[in-house]
T-cell receptor, first 113, second 115 residues
């Protein structure tokens, strides 16, 4: 099955700096890569996703890049703000499935003033 | 919230007792999933369903069973609760198809404590 590894497990940045979280996946057939944000005590919610036919996608201060050859994808947050503090999860679908996602173990991002 | 509600939201139960968690959706989605969330493990798939009476095991299914007798309800049962099943349980739905993977929408979660 799919294996997703996520790094780092914790990340502390100063407000206004950029944050990068990286994930690697094992199955070259995977074609959809979502990122979720989970605030304390809340449910995970999708913030951005990318499909394997594109290399980069942006939405305001967040972007995701995909390197299919190396089998890794990254979340980039620019001009970080305190409200970006949360746990972020990457995910990839299990091969040959309809949206059964394998999740990374999460990155706790702390944005300090 | 994609019309997903979980019940109960919190539960404390004793070791050895059966427990059933309910996931209810109002938008007739075909695909439903149960995940558990534990520190250091992210979200792990317990069971999933592709439709009424069509369910299968995920990666951490031991000690759990599911049922889906109606499209809108997906039940997760801990047959005999153990302390290792203390966790936060999330139900999710997907609007994807067999050929098109899409995002999952999560319920609010159920915090289960087994004492």
């Amino acid at each position: 099955g799919e294996n997703v590894e996520q790094h780092p497990s914790t990340l502390s940045v100063q407000e206004g700096d950029s944050a990068v979280i990286k994930c690697t996946y094992s199955d070259s057939a995977s074609n959809y890569f979502p990122w979720y944000k989970q605030e304390l005590g809340k449910r995970p919610q999708l913030i951005i996703d990318i499909r394997s036919n594109v290399g980069e996608k942006k939405d305001q201060r967040i972007a995701v890049t995909l390197n299919k050859t190396a089998k890794h994808f990254s979340l980039h947050i620019t001009e970080t703000q305190p409200e970006d503090s949360a746990v972020y999860f990457c995910a990839a679908p299990r091969p040959g499935t309809a949206s059964k996602l394998t999740f990374g173990t999460g990155t706790r991002l702390q944005v300090t003033l | 919230d994609a019309g997903i509600t979980q019940s109960p939201r919190h539960k404390v139960t004793e070791t050895g007792t059966p427990v059933t968690l309910r996931c209810h959706q109002t938008e007739n989605h075909r695909y439903m999933y149960w995940y558990r969330q534990d520190p250091g493990h992210g979200l792990r798939l317990i069971h999933y369903s592709y439709g009424v009476k069509d369910t299968d095991k995920g990666e951490v299914s031991d000690g759990y069973s599911v049922s889906r007798s109606k499209t809108e309800d997906f039940l997760l049962t801990l047959e005999s609760a153990t302390s290792s099943q203390t966790s936060v349980y999330f139900c999710a739905i997907s609007v994807g198809t067999a050929d098109m993977n899409t995002e999952a929408f999560f319920g609010q979660g159920t915090r289960l404590t087994v004492v």
